[in-house]
DNA sequence: TTTATTAGTTTACAGTTGTAGTCAGTCAAA
DNA sequence: TTTGACTGACTACAACTGTAAACTAATAAA
């Protein structure tokens, strides 16, 4: 399994990505179908997504015949992680607080996945900082933030 | 006020905006100076960012005459929600929760961050439902789904 | 075994991005 | 008024993306 963190997956491949991941494990045809319905893609640019996904590790070739069949090598909650970690990190420290908000308020949360994050943020609350600076630029400069 | 949701920023004119959020209202020469240092960039790779934002719509030039001001025309907090949650649209819905969990726990969290966090999730769990369903495939496809 | 079909590989091509050089217009100094 | 410095505009160029056609190799049907 290769490291989510190591592979940057472009939009559309993720497109291909969420299929493979739910499919678990396709044919080529399999997939090509699945994207034209879905997407209504050519039968082409699934091929073209699959083979740079394949180069960039993200997806296994398995089989020895014909039609041979594909997997992920990286795993779903990972590369979502990954994802979601990267934007965070070139945004504003301070602000990163209201934003997972804004993320939270717009998004369908199971009442397991708030009981989790409550959790989660319970614990964090015991060690929590009074206030989180801003990083937008390196310290110093720009001395009075406006973020 | 441009809406941040019509707006694409790339991630280095996203650096470029958060210097520009941060120091509220520049001269190209303030930015150029400010980027050169926090990240190394020559003048030029500055100029041409800011005009590709300027053409974007996501920064505006004021002033009549030659060293020009230039102000974000989006806001921060809008675009980085827009940001966010344009990345999470394109993940499984059924796994949003456990990427906020992962976000969350990377991030440093304010103590008022975390209580209007838990104030929110108290709110949302009045109404959240059992479970998320994966929206990976449209339906009726992928009978099974393995998110 | 020849042919048709399918699966896989290469090539294409315009738009965006990261990074930066060069040219031109304008204000200030001489 | 001429010149120099600086700001802003235009050009450059390779890599990556979205989208897909064309070509080739392997398998299945005749």
Same mark, same amino acid.
Request: hydrophobic residues 40%; glycine residues 4%; contains cysteine.
């Given at each position: 399994?290769?490291?989510?963190? !190591?592979?940057?997956?472009? !939009?559309s491949?993720?497109?291909? %990505?969420?299929a493979i991941?739910t499919?678990?494990?396709? +044919?080529s045809?399999?997939?090509i !179908? +699945?994207?034209?319905?879905?997407?209504?893609?050519?039968?082409s640019?699934?091929?073209?997504l699959?083979?740079?996904?394949?180069?960039? &590790?993200a997806v +296994? @070739? &398995?089989?020895?015949?014909?039609?041979?069949?594909?997997q992920? *090598?990286?795993?779903?909650?990972d590369? %979502?992680a990954?994802? *979601?970690?990267d934007?965070? !990190? &070139? %945004?504003?420290?301070?602000r990163a607080?209201? +934003?997972i908000?804004?993320?939270?308020?717009?998004?369908?949360?199971s @009442?397991?996945?708030i009981a989790?994050?409550?959790?989660?943020?319970?614990?964090?609350?015991?060690?929590a900082?009074?206030?989180?600076?801003?990083?937008?630029?390196?310290?110093? %400069?720009?001395?009075?933030?406006?973020?």
């Amino acid at each position: 399994m290769i490291d989510a963190k !190591d592979v940057t997956i472009s !939009d559309s491949e993720w497109e291909v %990505m969420r299929a493979i991941w739910t499919l678990n494990k396709v +044919t080529s045809r399999q997939l090509i !179908d +699945t994207m034209n319905q879905a997407r209504g893609w050519s039968d082409s640019t699934t091929k073209t997504l699959l083979h740079r996904l394949i180069k960039k &590790h993200a997806v +296994t @070739q &398995h089989g020895d015949q014909r039609p041979y069949e594909y997997q992920a *090598a990286v795993g779903e909650q990972d590369s %979502m992680a990954a994802a *979601a970690t990267d934007l965070f !990190d &070139h %945004m504003c420290a301070m602000r990163a607080g209201s +934003t997972i908000a804004d993320v939270i308020q717009s998004r369908e949360l199971s @009442q397991d996945d708030i009981a989790n994050l409550q959790k989660i943020l319970a614990e964090k609350a015991k060690t929590a900082p009074k206030t989180v600076q801003c990083n937008c630029l390196p310290a110093g %400069m720009g001395a009075d933030c406006n973020c």
